[in-house]
């Protein structure tokens, strides 16, 4: 694994162009807003990326590109009551978002479900503060929309989180209370691969998908938009 990032100090060494590894230690958020019947759930996630002491030499480009390791480690994870108000949603995540360390997050939502005057109310109220919005799609293509939407299809989102749980880079701290509860919902979390190959996720009927959808917004977040994919039946067999 290497990083392509042209920002990073750029010297020769022996005629090639060296690119060094900058370490990174920072907080992404994410919210997926439920309904009447669907909670609400929020997730931070500290994010590492760690210098290693190797290089990935390209010869024929000439480069040399300094190894890394990634850890992204969910740290907390809350479900709102059900049925909350959403204003009083909007002040809870703002009072979470107001204290050290998640007052330098970066903080995405998902509105798919609710539409976007209700992603409006957390951009009012979060003044001063980036929201980056979600919509999950279907299909396949990661699109911007200016300079704080996306639109990711599910397929992306859930890809990650699977791909990040199978390589062991994405870890869930030993002490977070809905760990039980999110174990639950990554097992009844589907993988479909219909006659044609497309893949497609979703939580079993009658089950719950906010805490998964939380955690995806904020990995999103976290890897720029990244997606990765991984050969796996369901995140089910990755948990065990």
């Known amino acids: ?94 009072q979470w978002l107001g204290r050290p360390p998640l007052d330098k997050a970066k903080f995405g939502l998902d509105y798919v479900s609710v539409g976007r005057p209700v992603a409006d109310l957390f951009t009012r109220a ?12 279907s299909g396949n293509e990661v699109t911007k929309h200016g300079a704080s939407e996306w639109h990711v299809p599910k397929i992306v989102l859930v890809s990650q989180l699977e791909s990040r749980l199978h390589t062991g880079e994405f870890r869930i701290a030993k002490d977070l209370a809905e760990s039980e509860a999110l174990k639950g919902e990554l097992q009844d979390f589907n993988r479909k691969v219909s006659e044609s190959g497309r893949v497609t996720y979703d939580a079993r009927s009658g089950s719950h998908d906010d805490m998964v959808f939380s955690i995806c917004v904020a990995l999103f977040l976290a890897t720029g938009g990244r997606s990765a994919t991984v050969t796996r039946s369901a995140l089910s067999d990755i948990l065990g």
């Not at 994410?30 to 931070?44: L, Y």
């Not at 003044?127 to 799609?137: D, E, F, N, P």
């Open 1 to 94: 694994m290497y990083l392509d990032d042209p920002a990073l100090p750029i010297r020769d060494r022996t005629g090639y162009q060296v690119y060094d590894c900058k370490p990174i230690d920072e907080w992404h958020c994410g919210i997926d807003i439920g309904q009447a019947n669907d909670s609400s759930a929020f997730a931070a996630i500290n994010y590492k990326r760690i210098p290693g002491g190797n290089w990935d030499v390209n010869d024929k480009a000439r480069t040399m590109r300094q190894t890394f390791t990634e850890r992204f480690e969910l740290r907390f994870l809350q479900r709102l009551p059900l049925r909350m108000p959403y204003p009083e949603q909007v002040g809870r995540v703002a």
């Open 126 to 137: 979060l003044r001063g503060r980036t929201v980056h919005r979600v919509l999950t799609t």
